[in-house]
């Protein structure tokens, strides 16, 4: 598989970083999205004269990926201003830019398009921030969950029934992966992972589209425990889901939404003690109230993330639902001064 391909020019780079330091992921895209207070025209492109070449029938609004083609200038100034935060590794638009997931929108044609200037659109905000303070920054291909789940039936009437096949997720994220590499994306982060075996499936895409491309490019990987049973979805532990990923040889390994870092750490911790690669952790800026918001402040949030620096848990940090520009300063400062998690050697 990857073994036998040559490692891309990244790997080095992430690796030096990484010995040195905790690397910082940036923040939330839906955040900072929401408060553009985009409408309909803008989504379509319409308001911006960036109209998308792709037609549905159905409403766009709260399709956020579709901002990379009608809205490039908003999304680029986004990753820019993670950058500037002190963002080291900056991730793509593109949570949900599978065949699959924008099926909801009837945008499936858009889907090569999405990938491609998506990596792209980081790219540019990355060299713009890098021009300014000669920082190498790194592009994080995100491909998210999809909306279906491949271990569970969606019907209780039905156990046996599922949404989608393992077949169906392999060729949607191998559309996908491939996008993003031809985009010029450094890493694949594979994340928001509530059902393993759909995260096997973007796995086996990857490495596929990797193989096609010829290099092999640093993988993350990131699960979500969804509540205080400390499991994901289809119901793993942080352990269980390590030795079921793990032979994907992932440069990180982590965790990320659902849970803020306070609730997060125990997770952290089991995750830490197991895997024998790095570890990135991204949590949410604690959890949502009665009206969907987040009100967990960037120095509070920087400060509970400072913990899993100061116990030794993590090599990569950021933030996920909630967590703004002022987060990732945050945090970046917090844990500046702690040496990143030593990956443990295991005979």
């Given at each position: 598989?990857?073994?036998?391909?040559?490692?891309?020019?990244?790997?080095?780079?992430?690796?030096?970083?990484?010995?040195?330091?905790?690397?910082?992921?940036?923040?939330?895209?839906?955040?900072?999205?929401?408060?553009?207070?985009l409408g309909e025209d803008d989504y379509t492109g319409h308001g911006?004269?960036?109209?998308?070449?792709?037609?549905?029938?159905?409403?766009?609004?709260?399709?956020?990926?579709?901002?990379?083609?009608?809205?490039?200038?908003?999304?680029?100034?986004?990753?820019?201003?993670?950058?500037?935060?002190?963002?080291?590794?900056?991730?793509?638009?593109?949570?949900?830019a599978t065949t699959i997931a924008q099926a909801d929108y009837g945008?499936?044609?858009?889907?090569?398009?999405?990938?491609?200037?998506?990596?792209?659109?980081?790219?540019?905000?990355?060299?713009?921030?890098?021009?300014?303070?000669?920082?190498?920054?790194?592009?994080?291909?995100?491909?998210?969950?999809?909306?279906?789940?491949?271990?569970?039936?969606?019907?209780?009437?039905?156990?046996?029934?599922?949404?989608?096949?393992?077949?169906?997720?392999?060729?949607?994220?191998?559309?996908?992966?491939?996008?993003?590499?031809?985009?010029?994306?450094?890493?694949?982060?594979?994340?928001?992972?509530?059902?393993?075996?759909?995260?096997?499936?973007?796995?086996?895409?990857?490495?596929?589209?990797?193989?096609?491309?010829?290099?092999?490019?640093?993988?993350?990987?990131?699960?979500?425990?969804?509540?205080?049973?400390?499991?994901?979805?289809?119901?793993?532990?942080?352990?269980?889901?390590?030795?079921?990923?793990?032979?994907?040889?992932?440069?990180?390994?982590?965790?990320?939404?659902?849970?803020?870092?306070?609730?997060?750490?125990?997770?952290?911790?089991?995750?830490?003690?197991?895997?024998?690669?790095?570890?990135?952790?991204?949590?949410?800026?604690?959890?949502?109230?009665?009206?969907?918001?987040?009100?967990?402040?960037?120095?509070?949030?920087?400060?509970?993330?400072?913990?899993?620096?100061?116990?030794?848990?993590?090599?990569?940090?950021?933030?996920?639902?909630?967590?703004?520009?002022?987060?990732?300063?945050?945090?970046?400062?917090?844990?500046?001064?702690?040496?990143?998690?030593?990956?443990?050697?295991?005979?």
């Amino acid at each position: 598989m990857t073994g036998r391909l040559i490692p891309s020019p990244a790997f080095d780079a992430l690796n030096r970083a990484a010995s040195e330091r905790i690397l910082i992921l940036d923040g939330a895209m839906g955040t900072q999205i929401q408060q553009l207070g985009l409408g309909e025209d803008d989504y379509t492109g319409h308001g911006s004269g960036h109209v998308c070449r792709h037609h549905s029938e159905h409403p766009q609004t709260g399709n956020n990926d579709l901002l990379i083609l009608t809205q490039p200038q908003a999304v680029e100034e986004i990753h820019y201003r993670y950058a500037i935060a002190g963002a080291d590794i900056v991730e793509t638009n593109t949570f949900s830019a599978t065949t699959i997931a924008q099926a909801d929108y009837g945008m499936q044609s858009a889907v090569h398009d999405l990938n491609v200037e998506g990596a792209r659109v980081v790219r540019r905000a990355l060299d713009r921030a890098t021009a300014e303070d000669g920082r190498p920054r790194f592009v994080a291909g995100a491909i998210g969950p999809t909306n279906r789940t491949a271990s569970m039936s969606p019907d209780v009437n039905d156990p046996g029934f599922r949404a989608v096949s393992f077949d169906d997720l392999r060729r949607a994220y191998l559309q996908q992966a491939k996008g993003l590499i031809e985009g010029g994306a450094d890493i694949l982060l594979i994340e928001t992972i509530f059902d393993t075996l759909n995260a096997k499936a973007a796995i086996f895409a990857c490495i596929e589209a990797m193989e096609a491309h010829g290099q092999r490019l640093p993988m993350m990987i990131s699960g979500t425990i969804t509540d205080a049973s400390g499991r994901t979805l289809s119901g793993q532990t942080p352990t269980a889901f390590w030795y079921s990923v793990r032979h994907a040889n992932p440069w990180t390994i982590g965790l990320n939404c659902a849970l803020g870092a306070a609730a997060m750490r125990p997770h952290l911790a089991e995750l830490s003690g197991v895997a024998e690669t790095l570890i990135c952790a991204y949590p949410n800026a604690g959890l949502p109230n009665a009206f969907g918001q987040y009100d967990e402040g960037p120095d509070d949030t920087a400060v509970q993330v400072a913990e899993f620096a100061r116990e030794g848990l993590v090599n990569v940090v950021g933030g996920c639902c909630g967590t703004t520009p002022d987060h990732i300063r945050a945090i970046a400062r917090a844990v500046k001064g702690f040496a990143p998690r030593k990956v443990p050697a295991y005979a």
